[in-house]
């Protein structure tokens, strides 16, 4: 057993490090403030080669591992989460779709200029009656001749305004349960296809999270991606994937925590001291390290199995639940060590707790996340 990154594997952590530094970091608490999701910074994403990351170099990616993939959400999170999460919706949920499920047609018109950065791509299963029960969808796909008629609303899709193609699940054979939803590619445009404006939410400000109304929205026969009734079950695999992308921006905001929080340790004094050398204060932050080790360690592991191409979802449900908790815990430390200036928009800090927040709920609350480890312990 070897835990030791490979050169290349560093080689994407200080590349992506040092952009994130450059072009996310600096404006990152005003996008917060203002809620302005920046596609600027995409596009160089995209110039750089994230936005294909993991995705073969035939298909326009840039032919890395899910394991270096995991390693840039998490150095991008760890500036701005909601470039992380925007991010990891286009890869692991967008992209991650089509690169699983599409036809070699499909691949060539919307994979390979996504995986390239041309445009980002997104994601369409949650409704609004419909968020962890995803057999509830209600949207419908009626045939008609040379294609389908969807109609129905998506609600809390990433990307969604922006996206150049967005997956949307449909059900088309009412009666069979998860049996009868099929998903389908909606191009950005397509008539009938409303994303509204953005929510105004609580944190991940600087995401664009949006509803979707789907009008009477004509899509051809070769729209369907992954077979009639297959839209959910093919989607299980890419929400797994989906887990471990989570699980690595809730390490990207421990580890920011953490980092803001030696450096007030390291700068306030209290009672003529540095509060740094109060052990209350030290064991906050020795748990904040090791919870930051453990939840890093087990995403890490997740994003090596998908690549050795074993058995993953246990591990990547664990690896979300455990991060996302862990950011969270962390997160709410930092403000406790920082005080008074914790709760003030002055210092990171308030905003990585707002942040956390939306990883114990996005792609699978904590509730789900320990329903899935319980089934693969064998328990119904």
Request: proline share 3%; net charge negative.
């Amino acid at each position: 057993m070897d835990f030791a990154l490979a050169p290349e594997d560093r080689m994407v952590a200080e590349t992506v490090r040092d952009f994130a530094q450059t072009e996310i970091a600096p404006g990152a608490a005003e996008r917060d403030r203002d809620g302005i999701f920046d596609l600027e910074i995409f596009r160089k994403m995209g110039e750089l080669g994230l936005l294909g990351l993991p995705i073969a170099e035939r298909y326009g990616g840039a032919g890395g591992t899910y394991l270096q993939y995991a390693i840039a959400v998490e150095e991008v999170s760890r500036v701005c989460a909601s470039t992380g999460l925007s991010f990891a919706a286009h890869v692991s949920l967008g992209v991650g779709s089509l690169n699983l499920l599409g036809s070699e047609q499909q691949k060539e018109r919307y994979l390979v200029p996504a995986a390239r950065g041309e445009f980002l791509a997104a994601f369409g299963l949650t409704e609004p009656g419909a968020g962890s029960d995803a057999g509830g969808t209600r949207t419908v796909a009626r045939a008609v001749e040379g294609g389908f008629v969807l109609s129905g609303a998506k609600s809390f899709i990433t990307n969604a305004v922006s996206a150049g193609v967005t997956v949307v699940t449909a059900v088309t054979d009412p009666g069979k349960g998860t049996r009868g939803i099929t998903a389908f590619l909606v191009p950005r445009g397509t008539e009938g296809f409303h994303p509204s404006a953005a929510y105004d939410k609580m944190g991940m400000r600087a995401s664009e999270t949006a509803e979707i109304e789907l009008r009477d929205v004509f899509v051809p026969d070769d729209a369907m991606i992954g077979g009639r009734g297959e839209g959910l079950h093919g989607f299980l695999e890419v929400l797994d994937a989906g887990r471990i992308s989570i699980g690595a921006i809730g390490v990207g905001i421990a580890q920011a925590s953490l980092d803001a929080s030696l450096r007030y340790a390291g700068e306030r004094e209290q009672f003529g001291s540095k509060i740094g050398s109060f052990q209350a204060i030290q064991f906050k932050l020795a748990d904040m390290a090791m919870e930051v080790e453990m939840a890093r360690t087990l995403v890490q592991k997740a994003a090596w199995l998908k690549d050795q191409h074993q058995p993953f979802g246990q591990v990547s449900a664990m690896a979300k639940l455990f991060a996302s908790e862990a950011a969270m815990r962390a997160a709410s430390q930092a403000i406790q060590i920082h005080g008074g200036s914790g709760y003030i928009r002055e210092y990171p800090v308030e905003r990585y707790l707002r942040d956390a927040k939306l990883l114990e709920i996005g792609e699978g609350t904590s509730e789900i996340q320990r329903l899935v480890i319980a089934r693969g312990l064998g328990l119904r």
